[in-house]
């Protein structure tokens, strides 16, 4: 009778650890899918970030150059690129944002100067950037993230 009560104690401790191992399998993959939802999750808000702090960004810098004239649409290597003007004593200077390498980017110079768009400074990561005149006040900047999800945004100026 002895061993039967041996061989009982024994699948018992058997049991209580397979449980045992069961329960911590199933945590360490609740736990690693977890981890990967939070990665998935945090990736998504910092491109959905970029992309809406272009936008946004941009449409800031039209509302401080509102002033008759001082905002345009032109391009810079072929790329679509906002031109904002101010008078600074007596000279014209520009500011130019665009996209450029896969970057937002912006240069500030005198008017007449040669402008190379390498040499701009890096606003932030993009995938794309556009901007239009709809009408005579009215622009709209368009930004891609990585994933090629478009932002878009009607800026009116008021001059």
């Known amino acids: 009778m002895k061993s ?3 061989r009982s104690h024994m699948m018992d401790i058997l049991f209580a650890l397979a449980l045992f191992c ?3 399998a199933s945590a360490l993959m609740v736990a690693l899918i977890g981890a990967r939802v939070y990665r998935n999750t945090v ?3 910092n491109i959905n970030f970029d992309t ?3 936008v946004t960004y941009v449409s800031t810098k039209i509302r401080q150059s509102d002033e008759a004239g001082a ?3 032109s391009e ?3 790329t679509p690129a906002l ?3 101010q008078k600074i004593g007596d000279n014209t200077y520009q500011t130019w ?3 450029y390498d896969g970057s937002l980017r912006e240069i500030f110079t005198q008017e007449g100067n040669e402008i190379d768009p390498e040499f701009g400074t890096v606003i932030m990561d993009i995938e794309d950037f556009s901007i239009t005149q709809v009408s005579d006040n009215l622009y709209s900047v368009t930004s891609l993230d990585r994933k090629e999800n478009p932002v878009e945004i009607m800026v009116s100026t008021r001059s």
């Open 52 to 54: 809406r702090s272009s």
């Open 22 to 24: 069961v329960f911590a």
């Open 71 to 73: 905002v345009k649409v």
């Open 83 to 85: 031109l904002l003007e």
């Open 97 to 99: 944002i665009y996209h």
């Open 43 to 45: 990736e998504n808000m």
């Open 4 to 6: 039967s009560g041996s």
């Open 76 to 78: 810079i290597a072929g």
